[in-house]
């Protein structure tokens, strides 16, 4: 979301202050991310959390758990619902991978996925390093459907891999895949898919998901 302007509010100072923040000049546009989680429980979008990001005034918000298309579903009534807010506010929005460049972090997609198959107790974790390395012989494919101007997002900074190469780790936001750290020990749980765009189609990512891990 974007609010203000240079010549009002001065050049934004550099990241840092804004993760998860509080208080006017850090927690930028907190009132907008508040109405539209609001709004979107009341649709009955399955919502479940907001936070502040990296860069001032980008926020994310996340929505699940999901089974199915339902996560499609809800994901794009969430993003209606955020236009039909910020319009209100008289605010733009932007899905774009990397709104702002130079130093600044882009806007991900990150997509948590889980089956029966991670998910079972004592065998989980064999299972998410099976699809992890699944998920790595068929990179190319996912890259290509993870969001229109990606590219600019997936350098290998600012938290981020890079599109060229796969890599998946426990508890490495530079990785394509990160495993919460819990899952090693617990041996089952979910991962995240950290390679999607903010402007990602989520039919298109969870068909993949599903696809590359479930039916190869």
């Known amino acids: 979301m974007s609010r203000g302007s240079a010549s009002k509010c001065g050049y934004p100072g550099p990241q840092g202050p804004y993760y998860c923040s509080a208080g006017a000049g850090a927690s930028i546009g907190r009132d907008i991310v508040e109405a539209h989680y609001k709004a979107c429980l009341y649709a009955g979008v399955q919502i ?3 936070n502040a990001e990296v860069m ?8 699940g ?7 499609g579903d809800d994901l794009w009534m969430s ?20 709104p702002v460049p130079g130093d600044w972090n882009g806007a991900g997609g990150h997509t948590n996925f889980s089956n029966t198959l991670t998910r079972a107790p004592g065998t989980g974790w064999d299972a998410i390093k099976e699809q992890c390395e699944k998920l790595g012989k068929r990179h190319a494919v996912h890259i290509a459907e993870y969001g229109e101007g990606n ?20 508890a490495n936001r530079g990785c394509s895949i990160r495993v919460g750290r ?10 995240e898919d950290r390679r999607p765009a903010s402007n990602l189609d989520p039919y298109v990512v969870c068909r993949l998901l599903v696809e590359t891990t479930l039916l190869m």
């Open 48 to 50: 479940s959390g907001v």
């Open 56 to 63: 001032p005034a980008q926020w994310e918000y996340q929505v």
């Open 65 to 71: 758990p999901c089974t199915g298309t339902k996560m």
């Open 79 to 98: 993003r209606y619902i955020l236009y039909r807010i910020c319009e209100m506010y008289n605010v733009t929005v932007s899905f774009d991978p990397k």
């Open 151 to 170: 590219e600019r997002r997936l350098t290998g900074r600012h938290e981020t891999s890079s599109m060229n190469d796969f890599s998946w780790g426990v």
């Open 182 to 191: 819990m899952v090693p020990v617990e041996k089952c749980g979910y991962y």
